[in-house]
């Protein structure tokens, strides 16, 4: 499904080039960029966007002349948002929802597009505060990854007005490349140490662990189990069946066997390998304490998600255990989350995805409070981050000082298609690339061959029928 709001404007009937084109055909860094916006030649917006002085609409340039919000199913469902101003300057902005992706849609189609038609699309403090404080009703998943999209999308248009890559922008590069980290993982130990090396051969240096459970039927995050439509798990947990999955989770059985997988996996590999592991919020504080502290020997990098985000009081007793680095942050959504974890430095990585947190604006902020406790960058890379998204993190990870380590899971051949990427892995590091804006170019002929498709995140209950956090 592609759906367009408002109409666009009649941009093909006077014959001006498709906006679209100016993205394909951006100048590289250093070349020619779009012309200072001139005043007087734009067709007047179509609707106010606000009542005071200070919101008139623009009659500019670089006044937004759409918004639309595409939708299509590549490998799995993706929300982007499109701005375009009236020099015909294109913007990109992920606003993919994992599992909840329509609400989303509706939030930006139905509440905020009508917002920035007219509106300046270089203020991006300004839209920013305006989309955050002017609904009232603020925070929460949606919200936050619709103002990311409109973020991200005039941070897009601006490093394409400057004609440089957008981690100029944000002061630019800290460092020569990203260090990256993959997802191995195994039914059993064999299968495990085949993942492990064959990331290796990808280039991987930092590799995240997951196993299976002996007992469990089926754990997340591994690659090999198959679905209950008979399809792999192969890193994208997201199903699109009518109802969502349900597996199976015991604790006790996990806390048993996790460290010897990992005293197996130091055994085979050495020391030197940074190993990683995320305990997707299914334990307790004291459960979590105890898993830290079993896991010492083995010198992970982070233990991610350990217990259930909401409760940041928790991580504290955890601390309180064990010396294992702690990461946490990919359903959070603003600073608030982080302000006792920070603060009292409970956790050792952000783990925040630029799409979910409210954009570049905000994470920056985020990432910044952090660097003030010697707390690092970690993040959030899964698939369902849109390579809209990604783009967004590699310009901020390579520009910030306090970078800690980046999650990459290669999208599909298809999702390639749609989104024509220029970011590099080489040798176990990324890099955005140094085409103008984020370096990504939304391919709708491709994408429209992929309509949505309702999917679901599966969910756990224990042994007894007890719905558990997945
Ligand atoms: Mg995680």
């Given at each position: 499904m592609t759906s367009q709001h408002p109409p666009t404007p009649a941009r093909d009937e006077a014959g001006a080039a498709d906006p679209r084109d100016v993205v394909a055909d951006a100048p590289v860094a250093g070349g020619e960029a779009p012309t200072t916006p001139t005043s007087g030649d734009a067709a007047a917006p179509t609707e106010p966007h606000g009542t005071g002085p200070h919101s008139a609409p623009q009659r500019s340039g670089s006044a937004i002349r759409s918004a639309e919000v595409l939708v299509s199913s590549p490998d799995r469902n993706f929300v982007t948002l499109r701005v375009t101003t009236e020099d015909g300057v294109v913007g990109l902005g992920d606003a993919t929802l994992n599992g909840r992706e329509l609400s989303v849609v509706s939030y930006l189609r139905d509440h905020v597009v009508p917002l920035l038609i007219g509106r300046d699309a270089h203020r991006i403090e300004d839209t920013w505060q305006f989309l955050y404080r002017s609904a009232y009703w603020r925070r929460g998943p949606v919200t936050m990854a619709a103002i990311a999209a409109v973020d991200v999308a005039l941070w897009d248009i601006k490093a394409r007005y400057a004609g440089m890559p957008l981690y100029q922008l944000l002061g630019g590069a800290s460092r020569t490349g990203i260090m990256a980290y993959?997802?191995?993982s195994g039914r059993d130990l064999p299968e495990l140490f085949d993942s492990i090396r064959h990331h290796q051969e990808l280039g991987f240096r930092s590799i995240r662990v997951q196993t299976a459970v002996p007992g469990i039927d089926k754990v997340?995050?591994?690659?090999?189990?198959?679905?209950?439509t008979g399809s792999r798990y192969d890193y994208e947990p997201a199903q699109r069946i009518p109802l969502p999955a349900e597996e199976d989770?015991?604790?006790?059985?996990?806390?048993?066997?996790?460290?010897?997988?990992?005293?197996?996996?130091?055994?085979?590999?050495?020391?030197e390998l940074p190993l990683l592991h995320d305990g997707h919020h299914r334990m307790t504080p004291i459960q979590a304490a105890r898993l830290g502290k079993d896991l010492e020997p083995y010198d992970l990098f982070w233990l991610e998600d350990c217990t259930p985000a909401e409760n940041q009081d928790a991580l504290r007793l955890v601390r309180q255990h064990t010396t294992t680095p702690l990461a946490i942050g990919e359903v959070f959504n603003t600073v608030w989350d982080y302000q006792t974890l920070v603060r009292e430095q409970l956790v050792d990585y952000v783990r925040s995805a630029v799409t979910h947190t409210g954009g570049i604006t905000a994470l920056r902020r985020i990432l910044d409070f952090a660097a003030q406790y010697q707390i690092k960058s970690g993040i959030h890379g899964p698939t369902d981050i849109s390579p809209v998204g990604m783009a967004a993190a590699l310009h901020l990870d390579l520009a910030i000082h306090n970078f800690g380590?980046?999650?990459?899971?290669?999208h599909g051949r298809l999702t390639d298609e749609v989104f024509r990427q220029s970011f590099t892995f080489t040798e176990g590091f990324l890099h955005p690339g140094d085409a103008p804006g984020l370096g990504v170019v939304y391919d709708d002929a491709v994408a429209d061959r992929f309509p949505y498709q309702p999917a679901y995140l599966p969910f756990n209950r224990l042994k007894d029928g007890t719905v558990h956090d997945w």
């Open positions: 993959g997802h191995a997340y995050g591994i690659a090999a189990q198959h679905t209950s989770w015991d604790t006790r059985a996990y806390l048993r066997h996790l460290p010897r997988v990992f005293e197996a996996v130091r055994h085979e590999f050495g020391p380590i980046q999650e990459y899971m290669p």
